[in-house]
């Protein structure tokens, strides 16, 4: 995952809007901010990954990198494995 910031430092903010949570994340160096809107049941840590997957998506395309493949974990549960996006 690239980026012009070496530290792997962002800005995150979850905002709660009943049983979805909106996830923002900021790129600090290049300013690039980008938002995801997921449901509250996932938890945080699976939203926040997911945002900064799309931050560092963004960011190699607008450098003209090819997009990283997506990492090869396992799916967690309520997630098809090959899709994006999760299901409820």
Do not use: W
């Not at 690239?2 to 430092?9: L, V």
């Not at 800005?11 to 809007?17: A, D, G, L, S």
């Not at 996830?23 to 900064?52: F, H, W, Y």
């Amino acid at each position: 995952m690239p980026s012009d910031n070496a530290k792997g430092e962002y800005i995150v903010e979850f905002q709660q809007h009943g049983s979805s949570v909106k996830v923002s994340v900021i790129d600090p160096v290049s300013m690039t901010e980008v938002s995801i809107v997921g449901p509250s049941s996932v938890g945080q840590e699976e939203l926040k990954r997911t945002a900064l997957q799309k931050l560092h998506y963004v960011m190699n395309k607008r450098a003209g990198r090819a997009p990283a493949e997506p990492d090869p974990a396992p799916a967690p549960s309520g997630r098809t494995p090959g899709k994006s996006g999760i299901i409820v």
